[in-house]
Nanobody
Framework: QVQLVESGGGLVQPGGSLRLSCTVSGSIASMNAMGWYRQAPGKQRDLVATISSGGSTNYADSVMGRFTISRDNSKKTVYLQMNSLKPEDTAVYYC??????????????WGQGTQVTVSS
């Protein structure tokens, strides 16, 4: 059974940094695109950043230059380094992975979400 486990959220002051991690567990053949999304209270879930299997990245304009997405395929993990955090970055952050799972083909999975709160 494939699962995504996130970690790294928390409370940080404006200007601070956090690093989110999302690890895939279970029997998988390969991982395609991996990404991070966020959802603030009362708002829709929005894309933050994605990274392709080849390492190409894409960022929302609001986080460009402050956030960095990366992946370690050997650890089946995607990271989101968040610097210069602002109060408007406060949200629940979700990872998303598109992958090939043994026995069930191509699937898309979401993590359980991790809360990031930026406040003084």
């Amino acid at each position: 059974q494939v699962q995504l486990v996130e970690s790294g959220g928390g409370l940080v002051q404006p200007g601070g940094s956090l690093r989110l991690s999302c690890t895939v567990s279970g029997s998988i053949a390969s991982m395609n695109a991996m990404g991070w999304y966020r959802q603030a209270p009362g708002k829709q879930r929005d894309l933050v950043a994605t990274i392709s299997s080849g390492g190409s990245t894409n960022y929302a304009d609001s986080v460009m230059g402050r956030f960095t997405i990366s992946r370690d395929n050997s650890k089946k993990t995607v990271y989101l380094q968040m610097n210069s955090l602002k109060p408007e970055d406060t949200a629940v952050y979700y990872c998303n992975v598109d992958l090939w799972a043994y026995g069930s083909g191509r699937k898309n999975f979401w993590g359980q979400g991790t809360q990031v709160t930026v406040s003084s």
